[in-house]
């Protein structure tokens, strides 16, 4: 059994809180096991009866005549029907019902109910919690398997799970296939079958192989600066397909609202502001990523940094791409303005930190140009560079920690050593 503690805590931090309680994120990330079978025994080891917990399926089959209108309040109220008694109402893909928004407001009515739902396709994707729901309910999005998940279930030689990782990324159903063949399978039909043809629909398009190479170039472009305007011309270079901006737009708006792709923006580090555009899109799971490129990854440095940027989001952090401009004499003396980039700046609460990716160590001639972004970001933050090798952890001469991918993913502490 994978354990989902991060996720399991925050329900358990929000147990009994007036608000509902919205579990979004990827399909098949581990929604549905999260509630229906961790947090229900964690309910179930503190004393909550099973007649407490009324857990609804809605994509089931045999449930299906609770899909129309006013049938699911009906049954809930009908089976949680004791004013005395707390209930836990979890309901599964509540998108399925019609009119669901009014259903799912109108049980959170009761005092007595603890309200959970789910969904994930294109009825019930980001952008529409907070417009349905407003201050009603409190989301949680659940993200796929972190390094630290991955390597506490792999059972396999230890040694191997990080290159496994970085190949077949993190959906939990990764684990049921035994084989390389298997688990290729089962990527391409999740990102054919369900991913690409839930944000179609979501979007109302007939332009699927318009999408599917949408998909296919953010997938390539990993890590680097893009906008609407760049893609269309990539796509009409490279493959030699026509469309336009806006059409562009809202299929950027689609894969990032299906939660398939997070598109963050640069910050402008002295100038403190954000820059719309361009920016860069990384994908959720790394496997799904790399499925879409046949495994094919020219840039090493690229696949650790879509890596590090899943974990500072499964952390909680916000994560912008930090972005500055500094003077340099250039070789003919004279000082020109050049633009720097630091990787990513990881905020929660009141800390910020400032993070470099590197595939690994650069030859001494390189080493200022490689740290020379961090050095120019003003004031004391914490600058921290994450490297694709095996080594200690160490803070070396200019203040800066040095830590390998792998301790950098597994220990939840690592910004802070």
């Not at 004013?83 to 509540?94: G, M, T, V």
């Not at 019902?97 to 969904?119: E, M």
């Not at 990032?256 to 402008?268: E, G, P, S």
């Amino acid at each position: 059994m994978i354990k989902r503690d991060y996720y399991l805590n925050q329900l358990i931090s929000k147990r009994h809180s007036s608000k509902i309680k919205i579990i979004t994120g990827l399909r098949r990330s581990g929604k549905s096991f999260l509630l229906n079978t961790l947090y229900r025994n964690y309910l179930l080891d503190n004393g909550v009866s099973s007649e407490q917990i009324i857990i609804v399926e809605l994509d089931d089959e045999k449930n299906e005549h609770l899909l129309e209108k006013g049938k699911l309040r009906e049954y809930i109220e009908s089976l949680a029907n004791k004013e005395n008694i707390q209930y836990y109402i979890i309901l599964d893909e509540i998108q399925l019902v019609d009119n669901f928004v009014r259903a799912v407001n109108s049980l959170n009515k009761h005092g007595n109910y603890d309200l959970y739902i789910t969904g994930s396709n294109s009825k019930f994707l980001s952008k529409d919690i907070n417009d349905e729901f407003k201050d009603r309910g409190t989301e949680i999005n659940v993200r796929p398997l972190s390094y630290s998940e991955f390597y506490a279930a792999y059972f396999k030689d230890k040694r191997f799970a990080l290159n496994e990782y970085l190949k077949y990324g993190g959906m939990p159903g990764i684990f049921e296939e035994e084989d390389e063949k298997s688990k290729v399978k089962y990527l391409e039909n999740l990102m054919k079958k369900v991913y690409v043809d839930d944000i179609r629909k979501n979007i109302k398009t007939d332009l699927i192989d318009e999408l599917s190479a949408t998909v296919d170039a953010l997938c390539s472009v990993t890590g680097n600066l893009t906008n609407p305007l760049n893609m269309v011309h990539y796509l009409s270079s490279e493959k030699k397909i026509k469309i336009d901006n806006e059409t562009i737009t809202r299929f950027f708006e689609g894969i990032t609202d299906a939660f398939l792709f997070d598109q963050v923006k640069r910050y402008n580090i002295k100038g403190k502001d954000y820059l719309n555009t361009p920016s860069k899109f990384y994908c959720q799971d790394i496997g799904l990523r790399n499925i879409r490129l046949n495994f094919r990854e020219n840039n090493q440095g690229f696949l650790i940094e879509n890596a590090v940027y899943n974990e500072l989001k499964t952390r909680g952090y916000s994560v912008d791409v930090g972005f500055l401009e500094k003077r340099k004499k250039n070789k003919e003396g004279k000082y020109v303005y050049v633009q720097c980039e630091v990787d990513f700046i990881a905020r929660l609460s009141s800390k910020e930190y400032y993070i470099q990716i590197m595939d690994k160590i650069p030859e001494d001639k390189h080493l200022n140009n490689e740290y020379d972004a961090l050095l120019s970001v003003p004031g004391s933050f914490k600058k921290i560079i994450v490297i694709n090798e095996p080594i200690i952890s160490y803070t070396n001469d200019m203040g800066i920690l040095v830590i390998s991918l792998e301790e950098f993913l597994l220990n939840q502490n690592s910004l802070n050593l």
